[in-house]
């Protein structure tokens, strides 16, 4: 007998899938974002900011509505995908990808942001004046010194893509198989007073946020170690 029923399952496996697409397209948006904060002196630097940081401070569900309102069949996201023939993205996986991204962006945003900030101009000027280009820099130079920040990147805005609730919720609705992720299942658990499996599934939750955040914790700590230490003594 399986811990977890076939719905669970499914909720689970869609949960996972739709937090692997979403951290890899946040990584790759992202890191252009951040860069770009990290080094512009544009006046524009800090609408961007705000704007990117917006999420952790509004409402899901106002979020989400704004969203559900965009993606609809006479919002601006909706007419365009419409006129694609990709139909509207509302009450689909697709939807809830869009979604995430953008609920999940200041998550990875951020830890990549701060890490570019940290290892300041220095290293990028030394690369450029051995005549290295924007690319051999950046992945030879730039990533390398700054891995704890997309390792921090990647780990948080995959966890926060799995416990997201509200905007998920008002955008992709409960559709089994579609847009029902773990978070709507326990909700629908404890709607049918089902508490056993709303029980096992928010357990699940929990082992899984408590082991990601030691597993982060240790590693950005053992990378701190290596970096402090030991030092040579110089004469």
């Known amino acids: 007998m399986s ?30 974002i951040a860069w770009w904060l990290a080094r512009t002196q544009s006046a524009w630097k800090g609408c961007v ?36 023939g990709l139909g509207t993205l509302a ?16 998550f990875v945003v951020q830890p990549i942001h701060n890490a570019i900030e940290a290892l300041g101009r220095r290293p ?12 051999d820099t950046f992945f030879n130079v730039v990533l390398p010194l700054t891995k704890p920040g997309f390792v921090t990147a990647a780990v948080l805005g995959f966890a926060h893509t799995v416990g997201e609730f509200g905007v998920v919720l008002m955008i992709g609705g409960n559709i089994p198989g579609v847009t029902q992720v773990i978070s709507v299942q326990i909700y629908e658990h404890v709607e049918a007073m089902d508490y056993l499996n709303a029980h096992r599934l928010a357990a699940a939750m929990l082992i899984f946020s408590f082991v990601v955040l030691l597993a982060l914790y240790t ?7 290596v ?3 030991p030092k040579v003594l110089e004469l």
């Open 91 to 106: 009450f689909t996986f697709n939807g809830l990808v869009v979604g995430s991204v953008i609920y999940s962006l200041p």
């Open 49 to 84: 900011s705000a704007l990117v940081t917006l999420p952790l401070v509004l409402p899901p569900s106002v979020l989400g509505f704004y969203l559900l309102v965009m993606m609809g069949p006479e919002g601006p996201l909706g007419i365009i995908t419409r006129s694609l």
């Open 3 to 32: 811990f977890f029923s076939a719905g669970d399952l499914q909720a689970i496996w869609l949960t996972l899938k739709l937090a692997s697409i979403v951290t890899i397209i946040l990584l790759v948006i992202s890191t252009p």
């Open 227 to 229: 970096n402090d230490g």
């Open 124 to 135: 990028i000027e030394v690369a450029a004046t051995l005549r290295a280009g924007p690319w």
């Open 219 to 225: 590693f950005n700590k053992t990378k701190k170690k």
